[in-house]
């Protein structure tokens, strides 16, 4: 008799029954010959782990050089383990990221996590220079239009739809966020991430259960769907520290969570039965919110693994509640989206928080919103708004000046414009300009990501990723909702800048409707086109 196939992972997790997976770390290098690998042993113990439903391959965590998850992954193919391949854009770029979704799909491989990745920190005799030529959003988007099957212009001109993928994809977001002006972007990106094709949800790293639970509260706000995996990261005093000093972006441990660690680390276990017992709990708390799955990271032994799922097992049906409310490390003046239900410690379901619903009627004036903000607000409503005021206008000449002998006019009024914008935004002079949406910063000047689509998840109490300057999509934040747009921010099909426009005017190609602003549904970057 047939026997029944494994179930995917996709099967696995929309099943309603709460599953487990884990986290392999690559590693730089590659074993002594006729020494056997550490990571592959590692990962063929979880795969013989029945209450291990999946195994996630890390792509180059923490920005350094790692053997590719792909590779991990055709070892580990024959234990018929469901597998999940990390995909990141610091160090591909689209046709980069393209290619290696080709070989994944060739591979047999459809789980993927598409991830903007953290900013390179290590290379060969010296850092390494980052791409991030898509960021998270618009690689979903890529990934989504490879499963409806991508429609490419071959060198006669013809159109070609390729086979269709069969990708399931999935995304991250932030919200462990102390300022509104961080979280609230990190939820609207998580909107656009799920529009944009989406179709699980992993956490990045806090200890605070009711930011955990506010995924799920915004989702159901926000009207979207979604499986929603719980993060666990099984701590030591040295990663502990590294999460409280800001050192690997997107990960947080709170001042208070860190004197606790301190306390338990200086025991004879030096804090290992804490740390578990912590996993374990937040384990139980997951399985009783109604989250897909949880997810364990941080274990470099398989026992460590089932000792840890073992403990979360043997838990009272109901002693998650008091785990849920046991496991709140927030930092100070932490901001939460849902007020506090005092009965359980979480969010309130019922209650956006007050006060954020007070601020959205009547904002204040945030040191961002400055005269030239609001001179570019004006100068954008009457000259560059389609259809309005001064725009057909300008349209006409700049069409008339485009197809008749005026390349002497054109040079001037390029000359002109990026004198201006460089002046007044740091302008990179890509002639694919996103100002209008990222409130008049330059992402190309005042994000070290160039994030077209919102912001990544590595920023801390509202500084960048790098700590030299502030997260340019909070600061865009506050001068959007000082003028009520905050909600709307992230509205709309991917982002894909034009590379090719580099150099270009960008006010031409916005009348001429070459740039991404001109376009209203998505499109694929292909020979032929030069908007997506």
């Known amino acids: 008799m047939p026997t029944n196939p494994t179930p995917t992972f996709r099967e696995r997790l929309n099943a309603g029954q709460f599953i487990y997976g884990a986290e392999l770390v690559t590693t730089r290098g590659m074993p002594e010959p006729d020494q056997p690998s550490k990571i592959v042993e590692l990962g063929e113990a979880l795969a013989a782990d029945n209450r291990i439903a999946w195994v996630s391959i890390t792509d180059n965590p923490g920005g350094n050089p790692m053997i590719p998850a792909d590779w991990v992954a055709n070892v580990l193919k024959p234990s018929d383990k469901q597998l999940v391949i990390h995909l990141t854009c610091k160090d591909l770029n689209r046709n980069g990221l393209e290619s290696a979704a080709w070989r994944y799909a060739a591979e047999g491989f459809a789980n993927i996590l598409a991830l903007t990745g953290d900013f390179p920190t290590a290379g060969f005799r010296g850092t390494a220079l980052p791409v991030f030529d898509l960021d998270s959003v618009s690689l979903i988007s890529m990934l989504r239009a490879m499963n409806e099957g991508l429609e490419v212009t071959k060198p006669n001109g013809k159109t070609e739809r390729l086979t269709k993928t069969n990708f399931f994809i999935g995304c991250a977001v932030s919200p462990f966020k102390r300022q509104e002006r961080e979280l609230m972007p990190q939820y609207f990106k998580l909107a656009r991430k799920i529009q944009s094709g989406a179709q699980w949800v992993i956490p990045q790293l806090g200890y605070d259960m009711r930011k955990f639970h506010e995924i ?7 009207n979207l769907a979604a499986p929603v995996i719980g993060n666990v990261y099984v701590l030591n005093k040295t990663v502990a520290r590294m999460f409280n000093q800001n050192k690997i972006p997107g990960c947080v441990v709170s001042d208070a969570l860190y004197a606790q660690v301190e306390k338990y680390a200086a025991g004879p276990d030096k804090g290992k039965a804490f740390f578990t017992e912590l996993a374990a709990k937040q384990l ?36 998650w509640k008091e785990f849920a409310k046991e496991i709140q490390y927030p930092k100070s003046d932490e901001f939460y989206l849902f007020e506090k239900d005092e009965q359980t410690g979480l969010g309130n379901s019922a209650q956006v928080n007050r006060a954020y619903l007070q601020s959205l009627e009547a904002p204040l004036v945030a040191p961002d919103v400055t005269w030239n903000y609001r001179l570019s607000r004006f100068v954008h409503g009457l000259a560059f708004t389609p259809g309005k005021k001064l725009f057909p206008t300008l349209q006409k000449i700049y069409t008339r000046l485009e197809h008749g002998k005026h390349g002497t006019s054109l040079r001037a009024l390029h000359s002109v414009e990026h004198t201006s914008k460089a002046a007044m935004y740091g302008c990179y002079d890509c002639g694919d300009c996103s100002l209008p949406e990222t409130g008049y910063l330059c992402p190309r000047s005042s994000c070290s990501k160039n994030e077209r689509n919102g912001p990544c998840g590595g920023s ?16 865009a934040y506050d001068r959007l909702k000082y003028y009520g747009e905050s909600k709307d921010m992230l509205d709309g099909p991917a982002v894909f800048p034009n ?3 580099g ?8 009348f001429l ?15 032929a086109t030069k908007e997506k």
């Open 513 to 527: 409707g070459r740039d991404h602003q001109r376009v209203t549904a998505p499109a694929q970057p292909t020979p």
């Open 499 to 501: 590379p090719a426009l």
């Open 460 to 475: 801390a109490d509202g500084r960048c990723e790098l700590n030299d300057k502030d997260c340019m999509w909070a600061r």
């Open 216 to 222: 799920k509260l915004f989702l159901e706000w926000a």
């Open 284 to 319: 139980a708390v997951f399985k009783g919110l109604g989250f897909a799955a949880g997810y364990l990271g941080g274990v470099h032994k398989a026992e460590s693994f089932a000792q840890t799922i073992d403990l979360a097992e043997s838990y009272g049906a109901n002693d």
């Open 503 to 510: 150099g270009t005017s960008a006010w031409a190609n916005n």
